[in-house]
């Protein structure tokens, strides 16, 4: 790959795709979509400017009928070629440090790898969507795991469908932070899945900086990564395309592995 080299990434998880075009390193458009709209994300993809030559499709999931979908919805665009597989064609080059690495998810560890990549240190990596994800990645760049939490409107579903009277609400980020009293019950709820989600990561962070020695630096990421952006808050980065990022280096790493290995051919 040069500088500019183009590349299409798309990220598909349990209720959202995420869909990005890098030229080089720069991220030069992206759009979130729901998982299953994967017209739209083919309408999208039909809308930016033409092509004169193939571009690789990088594919990365935790919901693969999701992806399938998507991707069958976008063969008939010729110029979205190869279509590769994060985890099948192209390996994430990270050390995961767990019981079971193969199932850990792929949007976990590339998002480890790249807070790692731009931190260089020991480093915490926070992912509010469907789930809560706050993952440990150490100072030599291993993945040692992390934990797994409902998501904001996963908690706010939960309050809703296990009991008699509480509302199904969509989550404001602004009611919730207006008072730090409920006054009503719908307020009530919403501060209780937000400042759920803050404490969880305050409490996280103390215990893996208790492991490593030092504070950590710790990058968020997310749909619903704002909620932890404050005057207080522990979190220094908030990197919306953090998995795009990754997928990124993957492939890049893979180029570089291919060029090594064809330059030890030739050498033989």
Known sequence: MNDRTPLVTLAVGNSRARIGIFEGEELASAQS???????????????????????????????????????????????????LRIGKDIPIPIHAAVRAPDKVGQDRLLCAMAAWFSTQGPCVVVDVGTATTVDYIDAEGVFQGGAIAPGLRMMLEAMHHRTAALPRLSFDAGLADAEPIGKDTEHAMLIGATESIRGLVARLVERYAEVAGSYPRVVATGGDAGVLVGPDSIVEHVVPDLQLIGMRLAFAALIESDADDDAESDEI
Do not use: H, K, Y
């Not at 690789?56 to 010729?78: F, W, Y």
């Open 33 to 83: 979509f729901e998982a299953s709209d994967a017209e739209q994300i083919r309408d999208w993809l039909a809308s930016q400017p033409n092509r004169s030559s193939q571009i690789p499709l990088l594919v990365a999931t935790v919901n693969p009928a999701g992806s399938d979908r998507i991707i069958e919805a976008c063969r008939d665009m010729p110029w979205l070629n190869p279509i």
